[in-house]
T-cell receptor, first 113, second 116 residues
Framework: TQLLEQSPQFLSIQEGENLTVYCNSSSVFSSLQWYRQEPGEGPVLLVTVVTGGEVKKLKRLTFQFGDARKDSSLHITAAQTGDTGLYLCAGGGFYNQGGKLIFGQGTELSVKP | GAGVSQSPSNKVTEKGKDVELRCDPISGHTALYWYRQSLGQGLEFLIYFQGNSAPDKSGLPSDRFSAERTGGSVSTLTIQRTQQEDSAVYLC??????????????FGEGSWLTVV
């Protein structure tokens, strides 16, 4: 069974601080995705990483896929109140799994002014 | 439609009653997924459809849960004899490239089910 452990589960910081969220597994994934979800809405895709060691940047957000494709991290620089939300990592299986995603339990981020 | 559409957005039902949740995927998307999310938690996979068939139903928690998809489009998730532990948000998603590396799935806003 593929599992993704996400940490921390809750994070409360002041505006302007930096933070990192981790997503770890003992399984190899073909891809790793990060989503952000706001209350009352479905998750919205932020980024997909597919190559071991890959780093992608999205403004103040930096995503990294581990060399062995078992883990990933999301780093936010100079957090803003608008970054508040639930961040979810999701691992993509291989073709025979039909593109099913396995989700971590999420990191609830609160950025205070 | 432009996005994945789900109905109802909110449903309150009495314990023991049956409920049906509907999902209308993005037009042309062959793959459809149902997930369940408890308050503030990650998503739990329920079932995956490719066309009208369900090659993976491994996440359905009990035989009270069933789902079907017709015409390669609309899907209905049915929960029979609802229990309080069924209370959650039920999210539907669809994809045009299931199994492709970096497959992107698009989520609806969910159906919030409360069993009282």
């Amino acid at each position: 069974t593929q599992l993704l452990e996400q940490s921390p589960q809750f994070l409360s910081i002041q505006e302007g601080e930096n933070l990192t969220v981790y997503c770890n597994s003992s399984s190899v994934f073909s891809s790793l995705q990060w989503y952000r979800q706001e209350p009352g809405e479905g998750p919205v895709l932020l980024v997909t990483v597919v190559t071991g060691g890959e780093v992608k940047k999205l403004k103040r957000l930096t995503f990294q896929f581990g060399d062995a494709r078992k883990d990933s991290s999301l780093h936010i620089t100079a957090a803003q109140t608008g970054d508040t939300g639930l961040y979810l990592c999701a691992g993509g299986g291989f073709y025979n799994q039909g593109g099913k995603l396995i989700f971590g339990q999420g990191t609830e981020l609160s950025v205070k002014p | 439609g432009a996005g994945v559409s789900q109905s109802p957005s909110n449903k309150v039902t009495e314990k023991g009653k049956d409920v049906e949740l509907r999902c209308d995927p993005i037009s042309g998307h062959t793959a459809l997924y149902w997930y369940r999310q408890s308050l503030g938690q990650g998503l739990e996979f329920l079932i995956y459809f490719q066309g009208n068939s369900a090659p993976d139903k491994s996440g359905l928690p009990s035989d009270r849960f069933s789902a079907e998809r017709t015409g390669g489009s609309v899907s209905t998730l049915t929960i029979q004899r609802t229990q309080q532990e069924d209370s959650a948000v039920y999210l539907c998603a669809s994809s045009s490239r299931p199994g492709a590396r970096g497959n992107t799935i698009y989520f609806g806003e969910g159906s919030w089910l409360t069993v009282v």
